[in-house]
Antibody
Framework: QVQLVESGGGVVQPGRSLRLSCAAS????????MHWVRQAPGKGLEWVAV????????YYLDSVKGRFTISRDNSKNTLYLQMNSLRLEDTAVYYC????????????WGQGTLVTVSS | DIQMTQSPSSVSASVGDRVTITCRAS??????LAWYQQKPGKAPKLLIY???TLQSGVPSRFSGSGSGTDFTLTISSLQPEDFATYFC?????????FGQGTRLEIK
């Protein structure tokens, strides 16, 4: 059973930084593109970023471009999201998810980690 | 960006009912449309991809159809475990976008 486990969420002040991690197990992590998707409290799903299986290609939602950086360490089976200059509107549960290709559907999801940006 | 619009936003139905949810894309997306189910406090679960292909393990009472800009998700006979929120998603182009969700409630 594929397992994706996010960590690193918490409460942070506007303008500060946070790094999320997503540890993968029981699948060939290095063969899959990986995404971050967020969901503000009581709201819908919003795709945030994607990284190709080898880390060579990345795409971002416009509203996070220049502030967030997606990366991966295939030797550690771990995905990251470095979030800088956080804003109130970044408050959400952040999920990592896998896909066969970087523009493919999300077949496995983690349980999510809550990021709260508050002064 | 491609906007995805679902209707209705919420629907009440009874066990055994047939329910249809629609999703409209702001421009053509061929068949690059997926449906997810989300229960409270849980991650979304993939149900259908490329508009009509059932993900492994998903019950056959779920079906999807459509292409271009108009798509539907149908649940043929609602079961108690189907009461949840459903999202459509387009993967035709970046940014990947989702519909706003349809909440399926027990009548």
């Amino acid at each position: 059973q594929v397992q994706l486990v996010e960590s690193g969420g918490g409460v942070v002040q506007p303008g500060r930084s946070l790094r999320l991690s997503c540890a993968a197990s029981r699948f060939t992590f290095s063969s899959y593109a990986m995404h971050w998707v967020r969901q503000a409290p009581g709201k819908g799903l919003e795709w945030v970023a994607v990284i190709s299986y080898d880390g060579s290609d990345k795409y971002y939602l416009d509203s996070v471009k220049g502030r967030f950086t997606i990366s991966r360490d295939n030797s550690k089976n771990t995905l990251y999201l470095q979030m800088n200059s956080l804003r109130l509107e970044d408050t959400a549960v952040y999920y990592c998810a896998s896909s066969n290709n970087w523009n493919d559907v999300f077949d496995y999801w983690g349980q999510g980690t809550l990021v709260t940006v508050s002064s | 960006d491609i906007q995805m619009t679902q209707s209705p936003s919420s629907v009440s139905a009874s066990v055994g009912d047939r329910v249809t949810i629609t999703c409209r894309a702001s421009q053509g997306i061929s068949s690059w449309l997926a449906w997810y189910q989300q229960k409270p406090g849980k991650a979304p679960k993939l149900l259908i991809y490329v508009a009509s292909t059932l993900q492994s393990g998903v019950p056959s009472r779920f079906s999807g159809s459509g292409s271009g800009t108009d798509f539907t998700l149908t649940i043929s006979s609602l079961q108690p475990e189907d009461f949840a929120t459903y999202f459509c998603q387009q993967t035709n182009s970046f940014p990947i976008t989702f519909g706003q969700g349809t909440r399926l409630e027990i009548k």
